[in-house]
């Protein structure tokens, strides 16, 4: 067998594997990626983040085209979807993003190994081939495990990879389904639930919480839920799933205390689960915590020497851009000595329509923490820009310390909420107040005014609003 030396190797090609290795080799490593997929990209790329926001644009505009265009005083005739081609433009933006990828690997000299990637000891990895015989060891002082996540399982269904499916199935379906049951009401049921509804779908969300979106502000998750509901999504919240299982061509969802429900599919979307299996970390003494993820210090360390971990393997929130900023701040911290991330300034979006994007502390965790904060609120309804796009429901909301105007939250729902709470991101990251956002020239008419606004509601001084 062939052994090869490397400065580092990292088990994993998703957003923090790829993103560690090109910073790695930018600051001089001789870097080698281990990925038993063909494509870079991990889930986010080839089965997650970017398909799923091709099909949720795609289906956006078809529900647009076919109902949301005569007040703008176009009026069309009969729409027709076309899935085949809706389903191929996904394949090739996912096509030329891995394609993109492996040619910044080429430029900067990356080692690919397409295998299974296994420590044997510390600073060892075995590269399993589907050719044994095309089997690699490699030797690196420094060794970083981004292998991600993968869909949660729960008890008494019974996933077939077809009508009873995941994620994975459901960006992919041959046909527009007459019934889907999604089972979870956090961000991937919600998108993907969108997309089918979008299509021509009776979709039924069943939640065992009684809320939708958990983790999101509790405010904005039922005025969404409201909006959603406005639309024709059908949910069942406080509701425990006993069993789905697929009968023929279609399927069968048991619920506690009410009816079976029979659909044509079943999407289970409970969560993710760290992809440990097979990694070796017995091999090398390492144990996982009760949630399976792998014990690290504040610089992505383990507890072996030259070993690091970092993404959805480790806690905190499954983001393609944590595990982004990890995979930076795992390297630099190898190679200058510093690497750091503010986990108190990681935005998370929910690309439904309207947009939810978040950053900072909910309402709901700074009443439990008893942090005494001041809120200001501005509705979309009040802004020019979000009356020339026909996309009025939503707020903004701003939460800043009582003392010391320190920004602690921003939460956004509404038009481009994804883009909006950049700017929340950054002005958070710098320790800004909701005074200097409030102080910052924005650009007339846009929906970024709608954020200054909320600033300026914080003390009571929003303009285009009357505020308490």
């Not at 492996?102 to 510390?122: N, Q």
């Not at 929910?350 to 939810?356: C, K, R």
């Not at 320190?406 to 005074?435: K, N, W, Y």
Request: glycine share 12%; aromatic share 4%; hydrophobic share 40%.
């Amino acid at each position: 067998m062939k052994n090869v030396t490397h400065d580092l190797v990292v088990i994993g090609a998703g957003p923090g594997g790829y993103v560690a290795a090109l910073r790695a080799a930018q600051l001089g490593l001789k870097v080698a990626c281990v990925e038993r997929e063909p494509a870079l990209g991990g889930t986010c790329l080839r089965i997650g983040c970017i398909p799923s926001k091709v099909l949720l644009e795609s289906s956006q505009r078809y529900w647009e085209t076919r109902t949301g265009l005569e007040p703008h005083g176009i009026r069309v005739g009969q729409v027709q979807l076309d899935l085949p081609t809706l389903l191929q433009r996904k394949k090739n933006v996912v096509q030329t993003l891995t394609q993109g990828l492996a040619g910044l690997f080429r430029k900067l000299d990356i080692a690919r190994y397409t295998g299974h990637g296994r420590l044997i000891a510390p600073g060892q990895v075995l590269v399993e081939a589907a050719d044994p015989s095309d089997s690699v060891q490699l030797e690196a002082q420094h060794v970083i495990l981004a292998t991600g996540s993968q869909p949660a399982s729960l008890k008494g269904v019974e996933l077939n990879g077809d009508r009873v499916g995941t994620s994975t199935q459901a960006l992919a379906y041959p046909e527009v389904p007459r019934r889907l049951v999604v089972i979870g009401a956090g961000y991937i049921g919600l998108e993907l639930g969108c997309v089918w509804h979008r299509l021509g779908a009776q979709v039924v969300l069943i939640e065992f919480l009684d809320r939708i979106l958990p983790g999101i502000d509790s405010d904005l998750a039922a005025e969404a839920h409201k909006l959603f509901a406005q639309q024709g999504l059908e949910f069942r919240l406080g509701t425990r799933v006993t069993a789905a299982r697929s009968q023929g061509d279609h399927c069968l969802v048991e619920v506690e205390g009410a009816a079976p429900i029979e659909c044509d599919r079943v999407l289970l979307a409970v969560g993710r689960a760290p992809c440990t299996e097979g990694l070796g970390l017995d091999t090398v003494g390492i144990a996982l915590d009760a949630q399976g993820r792998i014990p690290v210090d504040d610089h992505y360390a383990t507890t072996v020497p030259g070993l690091y971990a970092i993404g959805d393997l480790i806690p905190g929130p499954m983001l393609a851009h944590k595990a982004e900023e990890e995979g930076l701040a795992c390297v630099e911290r190898i190679v200058t000595g510093y690497g750091h991330v503010d986990y108190n300034a990681i935005p998370a979006v929910v690309f439904t329509h309207p947009e939810i994007a978040s950053v900072g502390q909910t309402e709901d965790r700074l009443k439990t923490d008893g942090v005494e904060y001041r809120k200001g609120t501005f509705p979309f309804v009040a802004s020019g820009r979000a009356r020339t796009l026909g996309a009025t429901a939503g707020r903004v909301k701003v939460l800043a310390h009582a003392q010391t105007d320190r920004i602690l939250g921003v939460h956004v729902l509404g038009p481009h909420a994804g883009e909006l709470i950049a700017e929340a991101a950054t002005a958070m990251t710098f320790g800004a107040t909701s005074e200097d956002l409030a102080r910052c020239c924005h650009a007339h008419p846009t929906l970024a005014e709608a954020l200054k606004e909320a600033a300026l509601a914080v003390s009571g001084r929003a303009l285009h609003i009357s505020t308490p």
